[in-house]
């Protein structure tokens, strides 16, 4: 009984090595989203500015990324900056989904660090992030012109990601009828 | 050149780390005195050679050395001085090379003072040391070598990352791993504790004083990133449970428990399996947190360098050394002599009230930041656990650790006297509460009724720490240091708690748009805003933002200066300096947002009462924690034992 106890830490250890074993080998950026192919999920949601209500009839007609962020999210304030860049680029059409999150704490973030957004959703209780399976923040969906989803990146964006993968996918999609 | 020898400096020192592993092994059990002597020397030899390793790379970014790829990715030639230096350890390569100079550093500091010990144990010690340093070196080597040659050599470097441009972020490392590291030490004693199956009044002795010395350079280290975050990250937030600031504040918790219980077993004889499992434990959080630093797991602001293939070599160095420490503990740790029973009604008892509090704390922050992992592992959609959760579970097992403080050196030994422990505090209690409801009263702005009950304990904590000293200095002496350490240390609890307590609970803050000549009235002062102008820094550009201070007659108190700086590295991601007044009982702090045009910004004013008190809590637990290192009765122990042989002989 006594060794049963003494050898509960490295039992505790095993527990933890494992899961940090299978954190390694399983890249969260590399999960597919089984929504990819499929048409947004349908929403009503208000903007952070605060002025109306929009549904997913917004991505009709044009090649559009959506961004879930929040402000207390670390991570997004990494992805920020490449952001605000890809804004200043023709015919880019970013927009938010402010995930769980204040707004007054949102709007502060938008005019600290640049907004690059052509309009911001709050997702307040996080109840459309369920529906379009978000896993954690930041994601970005890449939807097309007829309103569907065509890839999802998990995790911040990088510049790698942006150049190699993201640019070209919008260029192609922006060709199709 | 400098590259090479570099290079052949770490392999050499990888293969004298390893004769100091293997030697001395070989030694114990071959029962040879001069293979167990050779500890000695070969710690000094190893030592020696990543000081040349270290020098030589600093050497490299002072010479703007960009043939080498660590140098041109970390280092550009308009760098200010200060921060060439601080850039050798502002990347992953550097910052292993400096863990490694502090991990032979307290090898040496050990190999040192080992004539007090006997040379089967500063062996061991130095022989577990060696190990973990064969570990880094080969990681080094194999994925992160800092003399790795850039062809062709790079005109111009790429820059150090303009958040790690700070004088905090210079100190902040070193102080980090100077902690992080120590906890190798206690780590070693334990093992050899475990394989010698020795654990007596001597071993605690030995042991003790490193655990303190690890525990206050890692308090001070902590600290310095706080205010670092503090200044720098331009949102007057100075802790945000991002993972890696967790993982420093895992080993610092089992590390306060640690010198805790290690106080417990000294003087009642009590705990003794459980004290060599801290020691395990506090260690291996610290490597765990370089683990989740530097494999790129979690996702976070400071996971500067991630790299998968590095994380798999952490991750089995991670698990053979502490796997195997552990397996070590469950075959031996039954057998160790000192077990006696213990009384929860007693100072020990309260001191093991107190190790699970800080045990459950730590659990609860390991649990909060691999939570999203652990998910992940099983399958399941990843929930994101923020402040709401460290909060929620962290701050009631502070509150009792407050109250139980105050008592602690009122409560007996063996057996505590509840109504002499009670009576001898009534003056203390009595300050505390009436000091604990007054300050929540007079600062403004203070919302909730949780910041009483909070600044009772935080302020009966700083009276009774003080009423210690004074009670010694009234007798017509200084208390000695293990007493006075412990009291100053407990102090800077309690201010640290006060600055916590009114940070979060009476801050204010407010966002507005300022054009030049704009006057807001705020938290009882007047700001006013005279425009930006733009400026040209060494590698920045920035617009430069004046802001005058007045007090409520108007008189004026301070110039705030903040800037929104674009380095050429990264023009895509503006930096916002911040600028601070600094106040013992309030902070004021102005950021700049985003230029609204025509001259108008966005502009964010903070008044933050008593942050100071935070870092100087901080400052004043760390100094706590040297002065009770330097206790006589861990250096009396020479003497001590000549006397005992002698009487041995004479007998």
Not at chain 1, 115 to 125: S, V
Request: charged share 15%.
């Amino acid at each position: 009984m006594k060794r049963l106890v003494l050898a509960f830490p490295l039992l505790v250890l095993v527990v933890l090595i494992v899961a940090l074993g299978r954190g390694l080998s399983l890249d969260p950026r590399e999960v597919d989203s089984p929504l990819i192919g499929k048409p947004a999920p349908a929403f009503t949601l208000p903007l952070l500015s605060g002025d109306r209500l929009v549904n997913q009839d917004l991505f009709l007609g044009q090649v559009s990324l959506l961004n879930v962020w929040a402000s207390w999210c670390v991570a997004c304030r990494a992805e920020h900056g490449i952001l605000n860049a890809l804004s200043k680029q023709p015919d880019m059409h970013i927009y938010g989904l402010n995930y769980k999150d204040e707004t007054i704490d949102a709007k502060r973030w938008l005019a600290e660090r640049g907004n690059p957004y052509e309009a911001t959703l709050r997702d307040y209780d996080g109840q459309v992030g369920i529906d379009w399976g978000v896993y954690g923040v930041p994601e970005t969906f890449v939807v097309d012109k007829h309103g569907v989803i065509r890839a999802k990146r998990i995790g911040p964006l990088t510049w790698d990601y942006v150049n190699q993968e993201l640019l070209p996918l919008l260029e192609q999609l922006k060709g199709e009828a | 050149m400098i590259a090479a020898v570099g290079h052949f400096t770490l392999a050499a020192a990888l293969a004298v780390s390893l004769i100091q592993m293997v030697v001395p092994l070989w030694g114990l059990r071959s029962r040879n005195v001069s293979s167990l002597s050779v500890a000695l020397p070969a710690a000094y030899a190893s030592f020696a050679l990543i000081v040349c390793a270290f020098a030589l790379l600093t050497v490299a970014f002072l010479n703007n050395d960009f043939s080498i790829s660590y140098v041109a990715h970390q280092s550009n030639s308009a760098l200010p001085l200060i921060y060439k230096i601080s850039a050798v350890w502002g990347g992953h390569e550097g910052s292993l090379l400096l863990w490694m100079l502090m991990l032979t550093g307290w090898g040496v500091a050990v190999a040192s003072r080992s004539r007090k010990l006997p040379l089967e144990i500063s062996a061991t010690v130095l022989s577990v040391i060696a190990a973990i340093t064969v570990g880094f070196l080969l990681f080094v080597l194999l994925t992160s070598n800092p003399f790795e040659r850039l062809f062709p050599a790079l005109q111009e470097g790429r820059d150090l990352n303009p958040l790690l441009q700070d004088p905090g972020l210079a100190i902040h490392p070193p102080m980090l791993y100077m902690g992080y590291v120590g906890f190798t030490v206690p780590f070693a004693f334990a093992i050899a504790a475990l394989l010698h199956g020795r654990l007596d009044t001597a071993w605690l002795r030995w042991t003790r004083p490193w655990a303190t010395w690890a525990w206050s350079y890692l308090t001070l280290g902590i600290m310095l990133g706080s205010w670092w975050a503090y200044n720098e990250l331009g949102w007057g937030g100075w802790w945000f449970w991002d993972p890696v600031e967790n993982a420093s504040f895992m080993p610092w918790l089992v590390g306060t428990a640690l010198i805790h219980s290690l106080a417990a077993t000294e003087k009642r004889r009590v705990l003794a399996s459980w004290t060599i499992l801290l020691a395990i434990a506090a260690f291996a959080l610290s490597l765990l947190g370089t683990f989740l630093v530097r494999s790129g797991v979690l996702v976070s602001v400071h996971a500067f360098a991630t790299d998968p293939a590095r994380g798999v070599y952490i991750l089995g160095f991670f698990s053979v050394v502490v796997g195997g420490s552990l397996a070590l503990y469950t075959w031996r740790a039954a057998k160790m002599s000192l077990q006696a029973p213990i009384r929860l009604n007693s100072r020990e008892g309260l001191l093991l009230v107190n190790n699970v509090l800080l045990v459950v704390a730590a659990f609860s922050v390991l649990l909060g930041t691999l939570y999203p992992l652990l998910v992940d592992a099983l399958g399941l959609p990843k929930p994101s656990v923020g402040p709401p959760w460290f909060n929620a579970t962290f701050v009631p097992l502070m509150l009792p650790m407050l109250a139980l403080v105050g008592f602690s050196w009122r409560v007996n030994w063996w057996k505590a006297d509840w109504g002499q422990a009670v009576r001898a505090n009534r003056i203390a209690m009595l300050i505390a509460l009436v000091g604990g409801l007054a300050l929540p009263i007079v600062t403004p702005n203070v919302r909730g009724l949780g910041i009483f009950v909070a600044m009772i304990l935080a302020v009966w904590c700083v009276v009774t720490a003080l009423a210690e000293i004074l009670g010694w200095l009234r007798k017509g002496r200084l208390p000695p240091a293990s007493v006075l350490g412990m009291s100053v240390a407990h102090l800077g609890l309690g201010v640290c708690a006060i600055g916590i307590g009114m940070v979060s609970q009476a801050d204010s803050e407010l966002d507005l748009a300022m054009r030049p000549g704009d006057v807001a009235e705020f938290g009882g002062y007047q700001w006013e805003f005279e425009g930006t102008e733009h400026l040209e820094g060494p590698n920045y550009s920035a617009e430069h933002g004046v802001i005058v201070v007045r007090g409520d007659q108007g008189q004026e108190l301070t110039v705030l200066e903040p800037e929104k700086r674009r380095y050429r590295s990264q023009p895509g991601n503006p930096m916002t300096e911040s600028a601070i007044n600094i106040g013992l009982f309030r902070d004021l702090y102005v950021s700049l947002g985003e230029p609204l045009g025509d001259q108008a910004w966005s502009v964010r004013l903070y008044v933050k009462p008593f942050i100071r008190w935070i870092w100087m809590g901080a400052i004043l637990m760390a100094l706590g924690g040297a002065i009770a290192a330097t206790d006589r009765r861990y250096r009396m122990r020479k003497t001590q034992d000549e006397g005992v042989a002698l009487a041995g002989a004479q007998a």
